[in-house]
């Protein structure tokens, strides 16, 4: 069962502008870079309910079952809790090298700034090389 939907905790605007929009046009339409713990990660924002078919087909693919077991768990029990922001072809900066990975899920509350569009870094200090 599904809990009711409770108030993000967190930026309102930032939980707003995604849900709208997704809602609205079923997509977002670019990308989002997002500030927290002295990292930055871009990507594009995507539902709950995407994020957790994204997981299920990656779980299929590796022979991971128990991922898609969670994902269905977790819908099911706080699934749309406006809670979380949920990012795919997410990039990681701020760790080393950028690190690219398919499926990003973080708290709301945990976000201390955020723009739209990608977060555009060269040089080595920043992990991230010019080709």
């Known amino acids: 069962?599904?809990?009711?939907?409770?108030?993000?905790?967190?930026?309102?605007a930032l939980y707003d502008l995604i849900e709208r929009t997704i809602q609205r046009e079923g997509r977002f339409p670019g990308d989002m870079t997002l500030f927290l713990g002295g990292m930055l990660i871009s990507g594009t924002p995507i539902?709950?309910?995407?994020?957790f078919a994204r997981l299920?087909?990656?779980?299929?693919r590796t022979d991971q079952q128990e991922l898609a077991e969670v994902g269905r768990e977790?819908?099911?029990e706080h699934g749309g809790d406006?809670?979380?922001?949920?990012?795919?072809n997410a990039r990681v900066f701020g760790v080393g090298?950028?690190?690219m990975i398919p499926l990003w899920r973080g708290q709301l509350s945990e976000v201390k700034g955020w723009?739209?569009?990608?977060?555009?870094?060269?040089?080595?200090?920043?992990?991230v090389y010019a080709t």
Do not use: C
């Not at 069962?1 to 309102?12: E, H, N, S």
């Open 1 to 12: 069962m599904v809990p009711p939907k409770t108030a993000p905790q967190g930026d309102q």
């Open 47 to 51: 539902s709950e309910q995407e994020f």
């Open 56 to 60: 299920e087909q990656m779980s299929r």
């Open 74 to 76: 977790t819908q099911e």
């Open 82 to 88: 406006g809670n979380y922001i949920h990012l795919k």
């Open 97 to 99: 090298p950028v690190q």
């Open 115 to 127: 723009y739209a569009g990608w977060a555009t870094a060269t040089g080595e200090q920043y992990g």
